[in-house]
């Protein structure tokens, strides 16, 4: 079965789609992350064969940030399901009143 260029782009930028779209609830785990650069790269391959800069510039950040991301939580010994569910700004309840947490300082 021959496949053109143009096939493969078409397919390549579904099956990124795809993976961005499931990828969302799934992102604090390994999982997550190797289906957000999955994504990534295929829509890529599309931003490429269309010679659009921006975005081929916005994706090549993407997946220096996600690729970090990923492989600090790698080399973190966390399985490809399990992740940590960190949650980075939560409500604290101080003496009845709310205060939040960014980053570890907290601002009432």
């Keep these: 079965m021959d496949i053109s260029a143009s096939e493969f782009i078409v397919v390549s930028s579904w099956v990124g789609t795809f993976a ?12 997550g992350k190797s289906l957000q650069l999955l994504g990534i790269v295929c829509l890529t391959l599309q931003a490429l064969h269309l010679g659009q800069v921006n975005l ?45 947490q960014f980053g570890g300082r907290s601002r009432g």
Excluded at 68 to 74: D, L, R, T
Excluded at 77 to 87: M, S
Aim: aromatic share 16%; net charge negative.
């Design 56 to 100: 081929i510039l916005l994706n090549f950040f993407s997946l220096v940030g996600f690729g970090h991301s990923f492989f600090k939580q790698w080399l973190s010994h966390d399985d490809f399901t399990g992740g940590r569910g960190e949650v980075y700004c939560s409500r604290l309840l101080d003496s009845g009143s709310a205060s939040m």
């Design 20 to 31: 961005l779209a499931v990828a969302g609830p799934f992102i604090d785990k390994l999982s």
